[in-house]
């Protein structure tokens, strides 16, 4: 059963980059039809998509972030990452890795990470 | 983007009740659209996929309906462990995925 788990840094000073790490165990990145996903959702709030980057590495990324977003795919780890450049207080959220499973086409977000929170302040 | 928007936002009910929870898309989206379930401190959880098919492992008191622009999540029964927030999802397009403001099923 494929399990992930967000690591990364808990605090980023503002206009610092934030990564973060997604560990894939109990299957391999590299097989399968999957899109690899990021996912953030601020403190009370609802759910914000990032991103995603294919096993085959094509990437979609969400318009109001792609200048500042990098998702890449990193197969002899068997993991994926975040990067967000130029980081402010809007950036502070809890960041969720998924699994995007494809089906006939349709994709949705069938295994999730724990989520990792991130906070940006100097 | 595709807007989707959740009504209601927020819902009491009680043990034992039927729930509808509705979400609307701002254009259509055939059946691409998916539901999820959070709990608070927890990550989503998926239960249905492309409208109505039921995710593996999800009790079966929970169904979706809907095509086009509107779309249904019913909860058959509620038990108190179905006391959560709940997304919506359109995975039309993806210049972004968009989800809906979610909503937060309470005990009454």
Redesign the interface.
Same mark, same amino acid.
């Given at each position: 059963q494929v399990q992930l788990q967000e690591s990364g840094p808990g605090l980023v000073k503002p206009s610092q980059t934030l990564s973060l790490t997604c560990p894939v165990s109990g299957g391999s990145i590299s097989s399968g039809a999957y899109y690899w996903t990021w996912i953030r959702q601020p403190a009370g709030k609802g759910l914000e998509w990032i991103g995603r980057i294919f096993t085959g590495g094509t990437t979609n990324y969400n318009p109001s972030l792609k200048s500042r977003v990098t998702i890449s795919l990193d197969t002899s780890k068997n993991q994926f990452s975040l990067q967000l450049s130029s980081v402010t207080a809007a950036d502070t959220a809890v960041y969720y890795c998924a699994r995007e499973r494809m089906i006939r086409g349709v994709g949705y977000m069938d295994v999730w990470g724990k989520g990792t929170t991130v906070t940006v302040s100097s | 983007?595709i807007q989707m928007t959740q009504s209601p936002s927020s819902l009491s009910a009680s043990v034992g009740d039927r729930v509808n929870i509705s979400c609307r898309a701002s254009q259509r989206i055939s059946?691409?659209l998916?539901w =999820?379930q959070q709990k608070p401190g927890?990550?989503?959880?998926?239960l249905i =996929?492309?409208a109505s098919?039921l995710?593996s492992g999800v009790p079966s008191r929970f169904s979706g309906s809907g095509s086009g622009t509107d779309f249904t999540l019913t909860i058959s029964s509620l038990q108190p462990e179905d006391f959560a927030t709940y =997304?919506c999802?359109q #995975?039309y397009s993806? #210049?972004?995925?968009?989800?809906?403001?979610?909503t937060k099923l309470e005990i009454k």
């Open positions: - | 983007d059946t691409y998916n =999820y927890k990550a989503p959880k998926a =996929y492309t098919n995710q =997304y999802q #995975s993806t #210049s972004p995925y968009t989800f809906g403001q979610g």
